[in-house]
């Protein structure tokens, strides 16, 4: 089973490919809002590293959110069409899930954060358990002071990762028993997401194109906007 994965929710896009002995290639790039540039290049340059034709794909994997409105449709929309055009499966995984998986070897509370713009942030909290990690909140869009409160009135130490936890890293560090996760897993990974979706493959959780959804938590920034601004 050879599972592609496509991870496009923040400002870094990637992709990796991998099975049941791990993750074979993968690229990612921070391209700002060049997501649709970056994404088809990246997949044939991990097809061609990982010495594979696109054909022998029998699942996609997409992260599906939440995250910034552009990268997501552009990530999920691509999945989609290659999913569609193999007639494979797919698995959606939660962006926050991809952050909180790196970490998961730690005893302390994780809090995944993703910078969600004006000022805001989308965030869940997880614990380590055998194998992983599980969700312990909702994914929510919250504000950074909403954040700090979460997090001084934990009863436990804490480890905030994500490119929020480093937008906010000042206000953050002020807290004692927080640590700040390290610069390099900032991003969601397309590799976690690959083997996320492995193990969710082996259960045999698949959907199909058509059930994939984002989880976007709010509206996208142009709509906030031309509903916001004042009339003329």
Known sequence: MLILGIESATAQVGCAIGGHEGVLASAHSASGRRHAES??????????????????????????????????????????????????????????DLLAFPVRHTRRLIAATIDARRGELFTAFYRQ?????????????????????????????????????????????GLTKVEIADESLAYPSASSLVALAHARALREEFVQPTEIKPLYLRRPDAEINWQTRPAQ
């Open 39 to 96: 994404l088809a290049p990246q997949i044939e340059f991990t097809l061609s590293q990982a010495c594979i034709d696109i054909s022998e794909i029998s699942v996609v994997a997409v992260d599906v959110g939440p995250g910034l409105f552009t990268g997501l449709r552009v990530g999920i929309s691509t999945a989609m069409a290659i999913a569609f055009g193999l007639s494979v499966p797919m698995i959606g995984v939660s962006s926050l």
């Open 129 to 173: 358990v055998p194998g992983g990690v599980q969700r312990v909140s909702e994914p929510q869009v919250v504000t950074p002071d909403d954040l700090y409160g979460e997090l001084q009135a934990a009863s436990t130490e804490c480890l905030v990762v994500g490119d929020g936890a480093l937008r906010y890293r000042d206000m953050l560090e």
